[in-house]
């Protein structure tokens, strides 16, 4: 079976810092891993997607993510946070072509 | 705008009553997926649709939960019975290879 495990439900830095959100995933199969952002009331957007190429993902907004087999984790980062970020974020996981699993979410708080 | 689109954005019932959900993907997208969104929480998998055929439920998907795909084009879900746990985001997605689209969702409210 697969899962995600993301750590910090909430989590806040400062405009212009590091952002840092954490996930684990556990996967029987070589896995497709995702990061989505949803804004308040709207659907999810697709950040960034690994599908066993590049182990460091670029995505959208200067967020990237890198997928470490060793440690399990694929964890999403931006050099400089923006307010605009404020948003809640999922890690997820999917066999290939298949349902996607997602984790609880982290809410990303940026301070002024 | 071509993306996935959901009918109704909002809808609120009263306990007991039945209430449909309709689904339009991409349109050349095979696939279709739907997921349930509670508070605080991740979506969650429903059931999903290679063209017209459902070729997985999830056991979240209790006998008042009936979804559709009767020309493999737009989708429909339907709960009855309404219960205060529905309450959610239902959200639905299509899927090219590889890549899943998401509509903006049907929030339901269940009073």
């Known amino acids: 079976a697969q899962s995600v495990t993301q750590l910090g439900s909430h989590v806040s830095v400062s405009e212009g810092a590091l952002v840092l959100l954490r996930c684990n995933y556990s996967s029987s199969v070589p896995p497709y891993l995702f990061w989505y952002v949803q804004y308040p009331n709207q659907g999810l957007q697709l950040l960034l997607k690994?599908?066993?190429?590049?182990?460091l993902v670029k995505g959208i907004n200067g967020f990237e993510a890198e997928f470490k087999k060793s440690e399990t984790s694929f964890h999403l980062t931006k050099p400089s946070a923006h307010m605009s970020d404020a948003a809640e974020y999922f890690c997820a996981v999917s066999p290939k072509d298949d349902k996607i699993i997602f984790g609880k979410g982290t809410r990303l708080h940026i301070l002024p | 705008d071509t993306g996935v689109s959901q009918d109704p954005r909002h809808k609120i019932t009263k306990r007991g009553q039945n209430v449909t959900f309709r689904c339009d993907p991409i349109s050349e997208h095979n696939r279709l997926y739907w997921y349930r969104q509670t508070l605080g929480q991740g979506p969650e998998f429903l059931t999903y649709?290679?063209?017209?055929?459902?070729?997985?439920k999830s056991r979240l998907l209790s006998d008042r939960f009936s979804a559709e795909r009767p020309k493999g084009s737009f989708s429909t879900l339907e709960i009855q019975r309404t219960e205060q746990g529905d309450s959610a985001m239902y959200l639905c997605?299509?899927?090219?290879?590889?890549?899943?689209?998401f509509g903006p969702g049907t929030r339901l409210t269940v009073t």
């Open positions: 649709f290679q063209n017209e055929a459902q070729l997985e």
């Open positions: 997605a299509s899927s090219s290879p590889n890549e899943q689209y």
């Open positions: 690994y599908t066993s190429a590049a182990t």
